[in-house]
C-alpha cells in the first residue's frame, strides 16, 4: 500500500514490545485496586458486550467484564472463541449476539472492543448504530497502515487473510455515528498509538494511559475510564474529564511529540 494512503508510521521498537512483561503488574494493579474501583459510579444496568483481542479469548475480557458486572452492568463475552480474524460466521454471529442484546434488553448495546476487537465495535456501530450505544475502544488500530502494528504477520498467519483490508477498512476508519471513545497508549509496544487516535468531535474523544498492550484490559486507569463512560446518559454524553486523576494518570492525548 502506497504512503499516499498510508503515512509512515513504523510498529512499536523492540523495547517498547520487550515492556509487555509490564502487563503482569498491570493486572496486579487492577486486582488490588479492585475496593478503590468500586466507588466509581454504578450503572444503570443496559447490556455491553465486549470484543477481545487477536488470538484472545473470551478468557482474556474475563476480569474486565467482571468489573463491569460489578458496576451494574449486563456484561458479556462474544462467545465465538478465539479471534482468528473476520473468519466465516463470525461477523455474522457478532451481529447476531448484538441483535439477542438488544430484543432481550429492550435497550441498546454499548460495545468494547480490546485491539482487533475495537475494529470490530467501529464496524458494528458503523453497521447498526440503531443497536449500538456507544463505542469504545482499547488499543485499536483504526487508521494508518496494519503494518504500524507488531501484528500483523500474526494476523495474516491465523485469519490467512492480508492485513490490508480496504474493504472493511472503510466502515473502520471513519468516527461511528456513535459516542465514540479510544483508550490508549503511547508505550504500547504492540499497536503505533498514531493508529489509536480519533478525530475529535461533538461525540468522539480518546483517552490516554500509560500502559501495556496485553495489561489494558486490567489497568486500572483503563477500568476507570470504562465505568466512568458507560455511565454516561444516553442522551446527554460529556467528555471525559482526565483532570480529576491528573496527567500522571491521564496525559493530555492531543500534546505534541511521543
Excluded at 493508529?195 to 484490559?217: D, M, T
Aim: charged share 20%; proline share 9%; with cysteine.
Amino acid at each position: 500500500m502506497s504512503t499516499a494512503t498510508h503515512p509512515e508510521i513504523a510498529p512499536p521498537s523492540r523495547l517498547l514490545l520487550l515492556g509487555e512483561v509490564r502487563a503482569l503488574w498491570e493486572t496486579g494493579a487492577g486486582i488490588a485496586m479492585w475496593p478503590l474501583l468500586q466507588l466509581t459510579p454504578r450503572g444503570d444496568g443496559h447490556p455491553v458486550l465486549v470484543l477481545p483481542g487477536l488470538v484472545a479469548s473470551d478468557s482474556s475480557t474475563g476480569i474486565l467484564r467482571r468489573y463491569l458486572k460489578s458496576r451494574g452492568y449486563d456484561a458479556h463475552g462474544w462467545g465465538l472463541g478465539r479471534n482468528l480474524g473476520p473468519r466465516e460466521g463470525v461477523e455474522r454471529g457478532m451481529v447476531a449476539l448484538l441483535q439477542k442484546l438488544n430484543d432481550e434488553s429492550g435497550q441498546k448495546v454499548s460495545v468494547v472492543g480490546w485491539s482487533l476487537g475495537g475494529v470490530y465495535a467501529r464496524m458494528l456501530a458503523t453497521a447498526h448504530p440503531h443497536l449500538v450505544r456507544n463505542v469504545i475502544t482499547l488499543g485499536s488500530p483504526f487508521s494508518g497502515s496494519p503494518r504500524s502494528t507488531n501484528a500483523w504477520r500474526v494476523y495474516e498467519g491465523v485469519s490467512g487473510q492480508s492485513a490490508e483490508d480496504p474493504k472493511r477498512m472503510k466502515h473502520v476508519s471513519p468516527t461511528p455515528p456513535v459516542p465514540t471513545t479510544s483508550i490508549f497508549s503511547r508505550t504500547d509496544g504492540v499497536v503505533a498509538w498514531q493508529c489509536s487516535v480519533e478525530k475529535n468531535g461533538p461525540q468522539a474523544e480518546n483517552i490516554e494511559v500509560i500502559a501495556s498492550h496485553i495489561g489494558l484490559g486490567a489497568h486500572p486507569a483503563v477500568l476507570y475510564a470504562l465505568a466512568d463512560r458507560l455511565a454516561q446518559p444516553e442522551d446527554d454524553w460529556k467528555p471525559f474529564n482526565r483532570t480529576l486523576l491528573g496527567p500522571l494518570v491521564y496525559p493530555d492525548p492531543l500534546r505534541k511529540g511521543r
